[in-house]
């Protein structure tokens, strides 16, 4: 999973997970292969890649354009 380096931004409310904490999250939702999924506000992609390995799609949607080349 690519992680960049910056730091959230408080004016955005941002609030970024890292690996453990998406991994915990993602046991606890009942996701089918057939399941697509908007997931809003991406971030560093931690949900998202996982999220990609479940469904058949993801679209994941961020405004903070420091995020959309690791989305991509």
């Given at each position: 999973?690519?992680?960049?380096?910056?730091?959230?931004?408080?004016?955005?409310s941002?609030?970024?997970?890292n690996?453990?904490?998406?991994?915990?999250?993602?046991?606890?939702?009942?996701?089918?292969?057939?399941?697509?999924?908007?997931?809003?506000?991406?971030?560093?992609?931690?949900?998202?890649f996982?999220?990609?390995?479940r469904?058949?799609?993801?679209?994941?949607?961020?405004?903070?354009?420091?995020?959309?080349?690791p989305?991509?």
């Amino acid at each position: 999973m690519p992680r960049s380096s910056y730091p959230p931004l408080k004016s955005l409310s941002q609030n970024f997970l890292n690996e453990a904490q998406a991994r915990h999250l993602m046991d606890r939702i009942p996701l089918t292969p057939q399941d697509q999924v908007v997931e809003l506000g991406a971030g560093q992609g931690a949900m998202t890649f996982l999220l990609a390995e479940r469904v058949s799609q993801v679209l994941a949607v961020e405004i903070d354009v420091r995020s959309s080349k690791p989305l991509m």
